[in-house]
């Protein structure tokens, strides 16, 4: 005889058989807009002192008004100080903000980066806001770096780190 319990699995998985198979899945292409692109970026790294970084940050979105902030930061060498969850604001009008998604070293590390800009095609306002996030990958085939005990990256001259947007949400300003 069967339990109650399985009774009440094979419903179960006769409810999700029906439910999942009843329809075909439709695929939704997402047009996640053109990626961000880093520039100028800079990490120090000064034994017993901080690592400091500086990069510039650009989207090209059309409606985003070719916004262009430079973002900042620093932490105490031989530490994990710098931001992983929380996003930093960069220094201009506050639409760029940046975190470390991944740090290995000056010569390899990940950028996350979200720009929020206005968008009135997503909803009327106060909803008209929409938030883009893109990751940016930096190692030593974007940057040159020198120095041993000092040590100072600077990005490629007129190299262009593309940083493809990953996510987009849009929300209330």
Request: with cysteine; charged share 15%.
């Amino acid at each position: 005889m069967f339990s109650t319990f399985s009774l009440y699995m094979v419903m179960v998985i006769i409810t999700l058989t029906t439910l999942t198979s009843a329809a075909p899945v439709q695929t939704v292409q997402l047009n996640a807009g053109l990626p961000f692109e880093v520039t100028n970026t800079k990490i120090n790294k000064v034994p017993g002192g901080n690592v400091t970084i500086a990069f510039t940050a650009y989207n090209p979105d059309p409606l985003a008004a070719n916004a262009t902030e430079i973002c900042t930061g620093s932490w105490k060498t031989g530490t994990r100080g710098f931001e992983t969850e929380r996003y930093t604001l960069c220094d201009g009008n506050g639409t760029f903000a940046w975190n470390m998604a991944h740090f290995d070293s000056i010569e390899s590390f990940v950028l996350n980066i979200e720009h929020r800009f206005h968008d009135p095609s997503v909803g009327d306002p106060p909803y008209n806001y929409v938030t883009n996030f893109g990751r940016a990958n930096l190692t030593t085939s974007t940057m040159t770096c020198m120095g041993k005990r000092r040590k100072n990256c600077a990005q490629i001259v007129e190299t262009v780190i593309k940083a493809p947007i990953y996510a987009t949400i849009a929300k209330r300003r």
